[in-house]
């Protein structure tokens, strides 16, 4: 019988060069979309999934991440004994995480995100573990919800997909299927390619931001040297397991949003606060009044 998948990696520790000056001080998965930060909307994620514990592999500039979750007891206090603000205490107290659930690494230099996830072992254990990129986000966890239960029927790993047009697939990484997707969207994997070009590209399935990984990938990243970019790629620890065992992908039926540039992160802002009942109205009203108008600048 399978493990449960109790315990999730949050790699933060990426330098967000797509997203300078604003990332120069501060981490891209604190960039706000409507309300909460980025790693908030994971760490939901993760929890509405049932996973349990968190490691976030961190680097500079990113303690904002572990105060976002830990009590802001001053702020706290202070809302209590103000009557009107119980809806606020609520949304502060919403953003920790139970004591003792979560852990801080660092990685100290930004050497891939194989080398990311490897830097989370001591804290993994011998347990199958979810890896969420945060500035991915997922618009619910039902992705990662049928990963998870893919992973522990199978006793294989498991991806996150997405189907794009096949004239973009060179920027992915794409799965190379050994079997037909099926209706519910799970494939089996028999490898993968990290931007292929387009003649070549094995399917139109590129991978996201969402892996349920068995333990042994981190034996497998062990034995790795640096590889594309001379970093240290998760996806040739995958390939390996693809190649060996079990190996599936997911295709996402829910909206996903690539909040590592500012374009990606714009588009998620707008659907989000598009569908909050005290923001749509308003906002909707605003951006045809806008657009009526006509500029650009
Ligand atoms: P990205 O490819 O988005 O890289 O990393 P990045 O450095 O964060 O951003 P850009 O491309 O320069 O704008 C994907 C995920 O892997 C993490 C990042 O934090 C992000 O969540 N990562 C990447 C690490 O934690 N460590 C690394 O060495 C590389």
């Known amino acids: ?15 967000g ?25 994971a760490v939901e994620e993760c929890l509405a999934a049932g ?5 976030f592999v961190t680097g500079r500039n990113k303690s904002a991440i572990e105060d976002h979750f830990d009590h802001a007891y001053e702020l706290e206090m202070t809302l209590a004994q103000r009557g009107n603000k119980q809806a606020e205490l609520k949304q502060t107290e919403q953003a920790t995480i139970k004591p003792g659930n979560a852990i801080f690494t660092r990685q100290q230099k930004p050497l891939g995100l194989g080398h990311a996830v490897w830097c989370a072992r001591h804290w993994i254990g011998r347990e199958p573990f979810a890896v969420l990129l945060p500035d991915e986000l997922m618009g619910d ?40 997707l099926g209706d519910d969207g799970v494939v089996p994997v028999q490898s993968m390619v990290e931007k292929p070009p387009v003649d070549e590209a094995p399917s139109d399935l590129i ?3 969402r892996y349920v990984l068995t333990n042994d990938v981190l034996d497998l990243i062990d034995q790795l040297g640096p590889g594309a970019g001379g970093e240290i790629q998760l996806t040739d620890a995958l390939r390996q397991q693809a190649a060996s065992g079990p190996f ?28 909050r009942p005290e923001l749509g109205e308003r906002l909707d009203a605003w ?3 806008r657009l009526a108008r006509g500029e650009t600048t």
């Open 51 to 55: 996973i349990e514990e968190f490691v």
């Open 207 to 209: 991978i996201i931001g």
């Open 1 to 15: 019988m399978a493990q449960r998948v109790r315990k999730a990696v949050l790699p933060v520790a990426g330098l």
């Open 141 to 180: 966890s039902g992705l990662l919800t049928q990963m998870i239960d893919v992973c522990e029927r199978s006793d294989g790993s498991v991806v996150g997909l997405t189907k794009v047009p096949r004239d973009k697939v060179s920027a992915y990484g794409v799965i190379d299927p050994s079997g037909p």
């Open 287 to 289: 951006m045809r009044e």
């Open 17 to 41: 060069t797509r997203f300078l000056p604003a990332t120069k001080a501060m981490a891209k998965e604190m960039l706000t979309v409507v309300d909460r930060p980025l790693i908030q909307y």
């Open 248 to 275: 599936h992908g997911v295709v996402t039926r829910t909206t996903r949003f690539d909040t590592g540039n500012p374009f990606g992160w714009l588009t998620a802002v707008i659907d989000y606060a598009l569908a």
